[in-house]
């Protein structure tokens, strides 16, 4: 072990030894980021445009469509000049500012996806005060009030990290700086990072999963009751993309903790998967299973065309 030191900066070591799959590595990024981006700005045009679709839930559809291009945005552009350039030198500063980026966009998704099942809820439960309840103003503020806590919050750990020791090689085997990953590197954590990432746990992660799980369960009770097949299955329908991408968001967290500390290839395997893959899979989700969105596509495509 090494004696505490000031890191100036990090050497990004993505997939060593692999120099032959460079150009196949290269072009499956270029190519997972610009299909996820297109698909994702479609999303954000198509709801911007159509004046239907001006609704508290396509408002928070396009905000995570917006949290998907940042999430690819903030990771694959600084990966592909590493592996086209070949320098994998990365600044202290160019690091903390890329896991400040990473951490506030999944701080956001956490909490979206939450107040997306709480529009379910109310869409379901109470549909007399819905737009009462997610009149434009108040989704404006909890919109705003959603990035505004996920840039505190990220400020705040930030600081935490800056506070740590490090004394432990700058290599990180990663092709981002990730939370994880830079620990690895510090050899004598804070009281500050040990509470800051006990509260993130509790309040971007447990209690929204928590209040996604109760909100849904309200639904399930609600639709087991109503008459008739039909209305059961409308009703369903309006809540299963959104059940599909809780599904695939939290089981692939999941499986994330449950990867050994020690294993670098399945971490740069689930970041890519979680980074990269998800951001690009939620639209497709939303665009197959909400038939609104599928027709504004249709009119957008032949509008171009």
């Known amino acids: 072990m090494k004696n505490e030191t000031s890191i100036t900066y990090f050497y990004i070591l993505p997939f060593s030894g692999e120099t032959r799959s460079k150009p196949f590595i290269t072009a499956f990024f270029f190519l997972i980021y610009v299909v996820g981006v ?28 917006i949290v998907d291009i940042f999430y690819t945005s903030v990771t694959v552009p600084k990966l592909l000049h590493m592996l086209l ?23 956001v998704e956490e909490i979206l ?8 809820y109310v869409a379901i439960c109470d549909p007399l005060h819905y737009h ?22 990220s400020a705040v750990f930030i600081i935490s990290v800056l506070n740590m020791s490090f004394c432990h090689s700058n290599v990180i085997h990663q092709f981002f700086c ?8 510090i050899c004598r954590t804070s009281q500050l990072f040990i509470v800051v990432n006990l509260v993130e746990f509790l309040m971007l992660a447990f209690i929204p999963l928590m209040c996604t799980f109760i909100s849904y369960f309200q639904i399930f009770s609600v639709i087991s009751k109503m008459k008739t097949k039909e209305s059961r299955k409308k009703s369903f329908s309006t809540c299963s993309s959104h059940i599909t991408i809780i599904t695939i968001y939290y089981g692939a967290g999941v499986m994330g ?33 909400n038939s609104n969105i599928q027709s504004a596509l249709l009119r957008l495509v032949r509008g171009i065309f």
């Open 257 to 289: 903790y449950l990867i050994p500390p020690y294993s670098e290839v399945l971490d740069i395997i689930f970041n890519t998967i979680y980074t990269n893959l998800i951001p690009m899979i939620n639209p497709i989700i939303y665009s197959l299973q």
């Open 38 to 65: 297109l698909i994702n700005s479609s999303i954000i045009t198509v709801i911007y445009l159509e004046v239907q679709l001006h609704k508290p839930m396509y408002l928070f559809i396009c905000n995570l469509s």
């Open 113 to 120: 996806l939450f107040v997306m099942a709480y529009d379910r």
């Open 178 to 185: 990730d939370a994880k990953s830079l620990t690895k590197t």
């Open 132 to 153: 009462q309840i997610l009149s434009y103003r108040n989704c404006s503020l909890i919109t705003i009030g959603i990035w505004t806590v996920a840039f505190l919050n």
């Open 85 to 107: 350039s070949g320098n994998h030198i990365v600044s202290s500063t160019q690091c903390y500012a890329q896991l400040f980026f990473f951490s506030s966009v999944a701080a």
